[in-house]
Structures are given as C-alpha cells and as structure tokens.
C-alpha cells in the first residue's frame, strides 16, 4: 500500500492531488501550498509537523472541507470534495469528518453531554439513540461521570476529551486535530496523545494531526513535514502514508 | 425542538444582560401601550363617534352660543330624525381638580338622539318630574361613591355668581360599548335657562342631530348649514366623528405627538437590542466556527440568532403590556377622569407584540446575516 509521489492513481481513503493554496492579502500574494500530494488510507494516523506559517492549518482546513483550493483537487473515499457547493461541503463535513481544534472547542454554556450530542442534532437519531452514543462516547474518553459538567468545570485535558468525543460521536470517515496538545501541560498532553491512540489502535480510527510537539508527534504512525508549499516524509515511517510533491 | 436547548443556553448565557435587554422591551412596550391608549382616548372623545349623527356649533367656535330657536328649523330638514341640544356647564365637585364633564340637557329628545347611553325608565320618569333632576353616569358616580337620592353640589363660575346649584340624582346611566364616555353629568335645560342671567337665555351650546341614515350626513350638514347661513349665529356642522377630531386639535397636535415619542421610542429599541445583539453574536465568533465546522448550515445559524432574539423581543413584550394592564388602569383613576377612555384594546395588544417581534426580527436580522457570512477558517483564526 505504500507508494511515493503520487500524483496519479490511488485506491487510498483520502488522496490529495497538485494541492494548491494562494493566499491575497492586499495586493501581495502568499502561496501557502503549492502542488502538493498525499494519499492517506484508513485507520492511518499521519502527524504534520513544520514551522509556523508553513500552511499545517491550511492543510487541515481544506482536507477538512472548510475552506477551498485555489488548485487542485482532494477526494475522500471517492467523494471529490473539492468542487461541492458550500451547502454540500457543509453536510459532508457532518458526515465525515471530526474536528478537534486547539481552541474554542466547545459551546461554554452546553455541558460536556450537550456539547457531544452536537453533531448528531443534524441526524435523524432518536432521543434515545442519541442518548446511547453520547454515553459511548463520552465513555470511550474517560469522562463518563462528567456529563452534566459546563467546560468551566473541566480542566483543558478534560475539555479536549470532551472535543474528542464530540469528534468520534457521529462515526466520521477520520478525524482533523490541530494541535489538539497546544494548550495542554505534559501530563495531560501525554494522556490526550494516549487516547488519540488508543482510538486509532482499537477502534481503527483514520487520524491527522498538526502539532509542534516531536514527543506529540512521535505518537503518530508516520510524521510529514511542511516545507515550501509540500510534504516531506520524516526518517520514521512506517507504512500506510504515501507523500510527494512538485509535480 | 432539539435546537431549543441551544439557544436557550445562549439567552441566558449573559443574565444580566439578558435582563437589560428584556428591561428595554418592557418598558418600551409600556411606553407604545401607554401612548396608543392616550392616543385612542383622545381620538375616541365621547364614545363611539356615530356615523349616523352630525353636531352643529356655532361657525366661530364651540364656545359662541347659537340660538335654541333653531331646533325646530334644523328638525324640519330632510333626513333628520331627531334633534337635542347641549350647554356645556364647567363646574366643580367640591374641588377644583374632581374634572367630569356636566351637559345642560334636553330631556325631550337625549335619549332619542343618545340612545347608547341608557337610564332605566323608572329612574328616567323620575328625572323628568324633578326640575333639579341630575343624571350621572356610571364611571363618575362610582367615582364619588354617589347613590340615588343624593343632593349634589356643583360650583360654577361660567353662570352666575357663584356658589353652588344643587341637583337631586335621579338616575344613573350606563354605556352599551366598552368605550362609551361614563363619565357625563346631565342635568335639565329648563332649570338651567330660569337660572341662568338674560343675556344667555334662549343660547344653547351646540346641536346633536340623528339621522335617517349615515349615507345623508353630507346632504343633510350642507342643508343646515346653508338654512342659518348669513345670520348673525352661522353653523358648522360635522359628523361626530370628525368633531370629535376638530375637538382634538385643540389641544394641539396629539397625534404627531405620539408619534413622534413612538418612532424614538421604536428606534431607540431598535438600536439598544441590535447593538445587543450584535455583540453578542460577535463574541461568539469561535463558537459558531466551531457550529458550522460540525456541519451547522448557514441558515441554522441564522435562525438561532433570530430566535434568540425574537424570543427576548416576545418575552420583554409581554411582561411589559402585562405591566401596562395592570398600570394603565391604575393611571386612569389617578388622572380625575382627565381621560375618561383610558381602554388597552386587543387590538393595541395584537400591535404592540406585532411591533415587538418586527423590533426583534430586525435587530437580530442584521447580525444574524453576519454570522451566517462567517467563514468558519476566519473564524477559528480570530483570537
Ligand atoms: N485568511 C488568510 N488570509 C491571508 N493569509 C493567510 C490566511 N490564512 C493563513 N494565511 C497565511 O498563510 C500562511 C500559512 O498559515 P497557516 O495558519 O496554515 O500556518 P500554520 O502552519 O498552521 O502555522 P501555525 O503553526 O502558526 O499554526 C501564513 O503565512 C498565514 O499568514
Ligand atoms: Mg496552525
């Protein structure tokens, strides 16, 4: 499964082709990506690492569908998500992906139950049904007893759990973390970082992950790094993740 | 609802402001209340203006006389079926601040021209036996704790020299509509001409002519006017209601008055919960990125921010029509009668939650639009 440079044909989950992002601020223009390719298959978990300002998070966002390539295309099992209009793109996300941000992860004034429940809102599960996920979830990170808790009452470990479960609830397709560890101490980092894991080891979880942190990045089964618009595969590697660019 | 926990949760996520805001719609929906009940009173002057009578006063003014000899004339016309005339009195009870208005009436024809206004006919037989009968209406004898029977003092300082004429009360009347003025005092002409100095015998005040039917209202005002026309007293002769209206002006321009304290009032509201609203939605930047990263569609985000406001604009209405329920009635007894029509009708109800929500609607319209604009990638970037 494991190939180079692509920039054909793949049978992986997530392919990324001639990616290319343009920034205009004013009249200057910053290109952030520029032809980059990446095939990554299920149950991967690919951490991208790189300076700051190197494009981690323009990354993210457009595999993620949130924002949109000035070229280039990115197909998710076999969904080209790079031409759908906003409103598709928006329930695309719904289905597919979890999100785990650094910050302003979750609603202050949900309690951690609510706030997982989020994205099934936009299903048709039942009360009930909703109710069994969210306990699952919630259970899978540890935080069972805490459900009626307001994130003001949780530590940020614990509020970053409570994102992650939110992100596993609806069963996405894979799961987008931007330095899911960028506010968190050590210990908690580790813990975050030992969940992240396990999801990926027991519940075969497709993970990427942005961070700065080379013992945060050390987790992931391979580390890409951001350099001048593309990726570049890090000495370890393993299997799984097939990086290029140019073109 | 699964989404009304969320917003919900964003009503009350800032209490005191939440309260403010609330606070500004009451007492703006008091204040709207309160001046289209004001409005209404003076627009309302009298009862039910009725389509089908006219009132004939003196061209010059309603305080110049005319002549009592022209009754049976204005009876004679086409298309009138009866007519009664009325002096106005502008006395006191005890105290000078006790307002009610006080009608030198005709006892003949009242009640076939003012038939809304109702005495039971034992009480009406009575009153025409007795030359210093008075008839009160029902509002200003409760007013004055007044029983049948009483000896009624009124001071005058119009006719006369002063002191009190007394009057016997025979009876008391009751309006047929809610709005029907309760507050008049009608005693009879003939008491009042015997007393009254020569120079103002035989002068009434003004006319009020029923008619066959509302279609010849202007046939019949023009005919009236044209029979006195070139006389020494020439007549003007209006609907009711548009005297009511003329009545109105006089005491200056109410209408664009209110309306005026209205639209600040209107646009003060509109300003205060928008600005709310707008910083409100603004400092939650980061959480609706994170709403419409999960896969919140555009137009959910703008329906929670409008619901959120429409459910303050709905709430705030309420509790302040509920206040002015319970105060409007309170602030008529404290006017004496001023204002004897001091009535919040369904129909202001209805305006003023209609009001209410347009003032919610559109202060959360607008940033309602902005967070629906928001792009979620600018969004989580704001710090
Ligand atoms: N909306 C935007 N408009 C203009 N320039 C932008 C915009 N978003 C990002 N950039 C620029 O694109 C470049 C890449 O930004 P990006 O946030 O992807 O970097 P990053 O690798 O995630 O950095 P960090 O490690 O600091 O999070 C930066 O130079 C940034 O200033
Ligand atoms: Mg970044």
Redesign the interface.
Known sequence: MVSVNNNGQSSALIQVRGLNKTYRRGGEEIQVLQGLNLDVDKGDFVGFMGPSGSGKTTLLNLMGGLDVPTAGTISVAGDEITHMSSGKLTEWRARHVGFVFQMYNLIPVLTAYQNVELPLLLTRLSGTERRQHVEAALSIVGLAGRSNHFPRQLSGGQEQRVAIARAIVSDPTFLLCDEPTGDLDRKSADEIMALISELVAKHAKTVLMVTHDPLVAARAQTVLHLEKGVLVEAAKSQHGVVVGGGA | M??W??IK??L??KKVRLLLTLGSFMVAMFLFAFLAVVRGAFTRTGGIASAGRLVTINRVSIIQPIPLSYRDKIARIKGVQAVTHYNWFGGTYQDEKNFFPQFVIDPENQRKVIPELVVPDVQWANFLKDRQGAIAGAATAKRFGWKIGDRIPITTTIYGTGGAWEFNLDGIYHGQHADDDESQFWFQWDYFEERVPDRIKGLIGWYAIKLDSPDEALRVATAVDNEFANSPYETKTDTESQFAANWVKQFGNIEFLILSIGSVVFFTLLLVTGNTMAISVRERT??L??????????RSVLFFVLAESLAIALVGGILGLGLALIAIPVLGSALNGLLPNLILSKSVLAVAIGFALAVGAASGLLPGIGAMRL???NA??R?
Do not use: D, P, Q
């Open positions: 699964k989404f926990r969320l949760a964003n009350f996520r980061g959480e990125g994170i709403l419409k990263a999960i896969g919140f569609k555009n792009r979620v990638v989580l970037r710090v």
